[in-house]
């Protein structure tokens, strides 16, 4: 309440004084009032003078009397800010904090700026799943009308998701979704992942990953009907429950291409769809579509083609009629692109993911498309492309908004195989050399028989175009690595990558290696000694390597299929003279179904090799030893070619190998917190063939055995377990058919990998 006298109305101001200011002057409280001198006031105006002055925020109170002619001012201004302490903080830093508050030092405090401080802190711990934290700001009052503003915090015990499951769901297992969703179960490691922690703004984007896992498979109704979060009766955990609502399964019916356009032939089009009548629908196979025949439409020189899919929906044998119509779009081009975020990543890095530049015609598929590229770097955590209107009405500006983030690692470390033993390592990895978009990695390991550098340089856009230039150098020295002699090598290969269709890719290397055998302990008459009495074997060759692989279409989330096969072709020459030269070659080829509501994986892999030398012969650092990676159940070199020699034995590998392997995956009816699933495998394999002048060679000719690749077959099981330093593999082995002297091994483990 504003004491005015009762009987005044107005009041002519002849004078405006302040009183109680020390550190704000009169003249700027004047200035804020809005009062002139001079001006005949009103009650209400009087009144808004002083709200003027509160709504400031510099002053604890304010009051304004009417004297006569005079209005007098008195405020009490508010204290500044000392200093900003937290309190009560471990899980976040002070520094951390900081970056949140907006109350500093030497400003003036303000109550209301303190309480959205404090909210700020608390959605910062919420955001780690403690929703329970308190944060309460207090001062201290110092000298000088100064104080010191403490938060207080109380952080909490961190809210885990205990349980997620799923209603409405009949075609999926609540197994299978959780797979899908962000967010996890509390397990294991819930101190080392962060994901079982109940953050409401990822649930959004567990809606949205589920929408999108189910019409990549057909269910085009489906949706999410409601999410709810329980906590339970202790308050320290929540129940997650996904309402859901599958639908039908839709497949493909009749695809079609129309236009109205006299320039656009639909027969023409029509081969550009790919999408086989029957197969079950998918929206990434649309997008496919609607991209190639907009592409060729640019190829062919019509500018401006947009195709819009007409979807006719078939509820009686639920498939869907697509047809591609092809319109003009509007005459719109791109104007400019404008790139903002990139501290280190140079602007050209992001403009080569473009299929347009300045000048071009303006098509909104081809951004969005861009957009995924960009995110797919893995150079940022965030990524937005949009366009804007330009500076006329038919051209765009194309906004890219990105935030960086680590793309480097710096390890130190010791390490342990039942091969090398223990070993110390270091390595440095970065997928974005000095913001070029490079890769660069070295290492080095040590161990108790083997030490390794290694050095990989790539570059994914030579020229600015779709390709790659790579170059990797390795120097290893092995002590008796599983074998009775030590070898040196050094090996450089560079090479170059291009797609050559939507799925395959094609690489080409050239390559220099050198090898030496040294300190054989085996008899002197051997294989392995003969071989090393070749001395330091130097070749240089060209090679290839043809690969196709359809999970880079993603076009059925079900069924992957991959083929490799190389070639090298090498020549060169022994130390002591003598000419060497030889063809290797190599094939790999193999498939992944999920069955039984995707819960049980069925892989089958087929490798094989040939090494045929013409000039020269074979050796054992040459020919082909088949190690765990590829056939399991057998130790490196544990079967194919031996030297028998008295009790002793040496493994010579061989010039030919094959191994199928077939695999299930499959869970295991534990929770899968825990992150652990089973398989069954088996493999079927050999390795045979030696030159024939190596064989001769040798008196008695049969202390040479298992050259004629008689079949080894093993069986197994194993445990698959994610944790937080990588996916572990536990194989066990027994073997189905073997000969006397291969050396098997009933276990290993290995980091775990697809095909």
Do not use: C
């Amino acid at each position: 309440m504003v004491p005015l006298a009762a009987a005044a109305q107005s009041v002519r101001v002849d004078r405006l004084e302040v009183e109680g200011n020390k550190r704000i002057e009169t003249a700027t409280i004047q200035s804020i009032s809005g009062l002139q001198r001079g001006q005949n006031a009103s009650n209400s105006e009087v009144n808004e003078a002083a709200q003027r002055v509160r709504e400031s925020g510099l002053f604890e109170t304010v009051d304004i009397r009417v004297v006569g002619s005079t209005v007098v001012i008195t405020v009490v201004e508010r204290p500044t800010i000392n200093k900003v302490v937290f309190e009560g903080n471990s899980r976040l830093k002070d520094e951390e904090l900081r970056r949140i508050v907006r109350s500093v030092p030497r400003r003036v405090y303000d109550p209301i700026v303190a309480e959205e401080d404090a909210s700020r802190i608390a959605e910062a711990y919420a955001t780690q799943g403690r929703i329970t934290a308190t944060v309460t700001p207090r001062i201290v009052r110092r000298s000088d009308n100064r104080v010191d503003l403490v938060y207080e915090i109380v952080e909490g015990g961190i809210v885990e998701i205990e349980r997620i499951s799923f209603v409405g769901n009949r075609n999926f297992s609540d197994r299978r979704l959780r797979r899908v969703v962000e967010s996890k179960q509390a397990g294991f490691f819930r101190a080392l992942v962060r994901r079982d922690t109940f953050i409401e703004d990822r649930i959004e984007f567990d809606k949205q990953v589920l929408r999108d896992f189910y019409q990549s498979r057909g269910y085009i109704d489906f949706q999410v009907v409601s999410v709810t979060a329980e906590l339970t009766q202790d308050r320290d955990a929540f129940l997650l429950t996904f309402r859901v609502q599958e639908g039908q399964q839709f497949t493909f019916g009749e695809m079609t291409v129309s236009s109205d356009l006299a320039e656009v032939d639909p027969d023409e089009f029509q081969p550009k769809i790919k999408i086989k009548s029957g197969s079950v629908y998918t929206p990434v196979a649309v997008e496919n579509a609607i991209t190639r025949l907009e592409i060729h439409a640019e190829r062919s020189g019509l500018n401006f083609i947009r195709v819009e899919p007409d979807v006719i929906r078939n509820d009686a044998d639920l498939s869907l009629d697509i047809d591609f119509v092809m319109t003009k779009g509007p005459r719109v081009f791109v104007e400019r692109i404008d790139i903002e975020g990139n501290t280190t990543t140079l602007d050209r890095v992001i403009r080569r993911e473009f299929d347009v530049v300045e000048g071009d015609p303006f098509n909104p598929r081809s951004i969005r498309a861009t957009a995924e590229r960009i995110r797919a770097l893995g150079y940022f955590s965030n990524a937005e492309v949009n366009a804007r209107e330009g500076s006329t009405p038919n051209s765009v500006i194309v906004e890219v908004d990105v935030e960086e983030q680590p793309t480097g690692n710096l390890s130190f470390g010791a390490n342990f195989n039942s091969t090398d033993g223990v070993g110390l390592t270091a390595s440095f990895s970065q997928r974005n050399f000095l913001g070029r978009g490079q890769r660069l990695s070295f290492g080095v390991n040590t161990g108790r028989s083997a030490r390794s550098f290694g050095f990989s340089f790539e570059e994914p856009a030579l020229l600015d175009r779709d390709l790659l230039f790579g170059i990797d150098i390795n120097y290893r020295v092995t002590d008796n690595n599983n074998a009775r002699y030590d070898t040196s090598s050094f090996r450089i290969s560079p090479r170059i990558g291009f797609p050559v269709s939507e799925n395959g890719r094609l690489t080409l290397r050239a390559f220099g290696n050198s090898l030496k055998m040294f300190d054989v302990t085996t008899p002197a008459a051997g294989v392995i000694a003969n071989e090393a009495a070749l001395g330091r074997r130097n070749v240089a060759g060209l090679g290839y390597t043809y690969s196709f692989d359809n999970r880079r279409s993603g076009l059925d989330p079900k069924t992957a299929f991959f083929f490799r096969f190389g070639q090298d072709f090498a020549f060169g020459d022994d130390e002591n003279g003598g000419d060497v030269e030889f063809i290797k070659t190599t094939l790999a080829t193999g498939a992944e179904t999920k069955v039984l509501n995707e819960d049980v994986t069925l892989s089958a892999v087929l490798e094989a090799g040939a090494l045929h030398f013409g000039e020269g012969v074979s050796r054992v650092d040459d020919r082909f030893f088949l190690g765990s990676r590829i056939m399991r159940g057998f130790e490196p070199g544990g079967i194919g070619p031996r030297q028998v020699s008295g009790t002793d034995d040496d493994a010579l590998g061989g010039n030919f190998f094959a191994v199928a392997r077939f695999e299930a995956r499959f869970p295991l009816g534990l929770p899968d917190e825990y992150g652990i699933s089973g398989g069954a495998f088996i493999d079927v394999g050999s390795v045979w063939g030696l030159d024939d002048s190596t064989i001769a060679s040798q008196s008695p000719a049969n202390s040479i055995v298992y050259e004629d690749g008689s079949l080894r077959a093993v069986a197994g099981v194993s445990l698959f377990w994610d944790t937080p330093v990588g996916p572990l593999r536990f194989n066990f082995t027994e073997t189905l058919k073997k000969e006397t002297l291969d050396r098997d091994s009933s276990f290993d483990l290995t980091i775990s990998t697809s095909f």
